[in-house]
């Protein structure tokens, strides 16, 4: 007699936590998606970051383990003195940059590991990955109709998708080339859309989680990067396709399907609407690297460590202190010295450790684009760490 209410009880918990759990995966992904977004100098991923946390607090899975709390607590402290030490010896410092930057870290750390914990404890890895595919799907659509609205040259996405990112139209132009329009659908740049959906592939085709649909998904976002015309997302996604081959015939898994016939048509198909773009944004702009002509390969490659100075090499310039530059390693060394290399370098090689492809494009997307105090950085290393360690998916 008793347990009719008790099991209802119960079923009506469940389905409570299922609606919260799916609410949590859905804002998580849409997270990643809205990086670029800002609404009174904070990113909408932020608002969304921040949500989360009370809503997990509410619902009693704020969770940290005691491990974790060492090692965050250790990173806090770190970052302390770090900033003490350049008040009293840097003149040149800005200390309310630096405490908004510990700020920062320490919310996407905490953030990170406890939604990384939820996930893992309510076995929720795969679905959260085929939820951000899924959106991921619907940002490509997103930018295929704001592309064939800009050859069309009506002001129609840019009054409804620019509202709260970059609304200069020349953000989608290759070279300032109006015949060209470089897709980045809701975000900032080019190279963030390929950022993001160059994470995506990595995990759907590195992680441990199985599953067919995840090709499909992946061969869709692979045309997404290929829009984008950024030549480093472009050539990650490259490295990405080689590893996977290279896992495949060396572990002997291959194994044909129809399916696969999917990627070369897919290319054929790319290369016959887009062969003049192609010739224009990827052949010839790799013979201008080759030949010394483009510049802008270099600049990635080395001017981002043009901050760092033997005079600083030890502590840094601090915390956030350095100009914008495409590479958070070089990031780490100008912000904090050789400690700060040691750190990113330490937990890199643990990633290459558990899962070296996903470790080396790990590297590759760090050495692609800055920005280690952005939302899009930290959600990046949320999906890494997730599928880098998960078992249970």
């Not at 690297?289 to 005079?311: E, H, N, P």
């Amino acid at each position: 007699m008793q347990s009719g209410p008790i099991s209802q009880l119960y079923s009506a918990r469940s389905k409570m936590q299922s609606i919260v759990s799916y609410a949590l995966l859905i804002l998580l992904s849409l997270a990643f998606v809205l990086s670029d977004w800002i609404y009174k100098q904070i990113t909408f991923a932020e608002y969304i970051l921040l949500f989360i946390l009370i809503l997990l607090i509410l619902t009693v899975n704020f969770k940290l383990k005691r491990e974790q709390l060492v090692v965050i607590t250790g990173l806090v402290g770190f970052l302390a003195a770090h900033v003490m030490l350049q008040y009293a010896f840097n003149d040149a410092f800005v200390i309310r940059t630096a405490v908004m930057g510990i700020l920062k870290l320490l919310f996407y750390s905490v953030m990170v590991t406890v939604v990384i914990n939820y996930l893992r404890e309510h076995k929720l890895t795969r679905s959260f990955l085929i939820i951000n595919n899924v959106l991921a799907v619907l940002v490509i659509l997103i930018g295929v109709y704001i592309t064939f609205e800009l050859y069309r040259e009506t002001r129609v996405p840019q009054e409804i998708f620019w509202r709260f990112t970059r609304r200069d139209i020349y953000s989608y132009y290759f070279e300032s080339n109006p015949a060209i329009i470089r897709t980045r659908s809701i975000f900032s740049e080019p190279a963030h859309l390929g950022f993001y959906l160059n994470t995506l592939i990595a995990v759907n085709l590195f992680s441990k989680v199985k599953s067919k649909g995840l090709f499909l998904f992946s061969v869709v976002l692979s045309l997404g990067i290929l829009s984008t015309f950024s030549y480093s997302m472009i050539g990650i996604l490259i490295v990405i396709v080689l590893i996977k081959i290279a896992l495949l015939f060396y572990t002997k898994s291959f194994k044909w399907s129809n399916w696969l016939l999917l990627i070369p048509l897919s290319l054929v198909l790319f290369s016959i609407f887009y062969w003049d773009i192609i010739e224009t944004t990827l052949i010839q702009r790799t013979v201008s690297v080759f030949t010394g002509q483009d510049t802008s390969a270099r600049m990635r490659l080395f001017d981002s460590w043009q901050y760092v100075d033997r005079s600083t090499i030890l502590l840094g310039n601090g915390l956030g202190q350095t100009p914008v530059v495409t590479n958070v390693y070089a990031y780490a060394v100008s912000d904090f010295g050789i400690a700060g290399l040691l750190v990113l370098s330490g937990f890199t090689i643990w990633i290459l450790r558990e899962n070296w492809a996903l470790g080396l494009i790990f590297i590759l997307l760090n050495s692609a684009k800055g920005g280690y105090l952005s939302s899009g950085y930290w959600l990046m290393i949320l999906l890494i760490v997730l599928y880098t360690v998960d078992e249970r998916v």
